[in-house]
């Protein structure tokens, strides 16, 4: 990954989608410190696909299950309907 100050970034931004798009993500550093990336959106949505698991994925796993929270019986309260 090339890295390129905000400026250059700014003011050079069609090399730097280019360079994104033929060589690959791109950093973009603010006052020396990194602070975004430039991907192109098949990397994006690649990366999307990964960080989501699916239904499948979800349901077959031990994450999330537990025992819910339910309160005792009689103890929920009942709103107050007027009588008419």
């Known amino acids: 990954m090339q890295t390129w100050p905000v400026q250059d970034a700014k003011s050079r931004f069609s090399e730097f989608l280019e360079r994104c798009l033929s060589e690959g993500p791109q ?36 994450a999330g299950r537990g025992e819910l929270p339910v309160r005792a019986r009689g103890t929920s309260r009942r709103r107050h309907t007027p009588e008419w």
């Open 27 to 62: 950093v973009v550093t603010k006052r020396g410190a990194e602070a975004a990336v430039l991907v192109s959106v098949d990397e994006w949505r690649r990366l999307q696909a990964a960080a989501r698991p699916s239904l499948k994925q979800l349901l077959l796993s031990d």
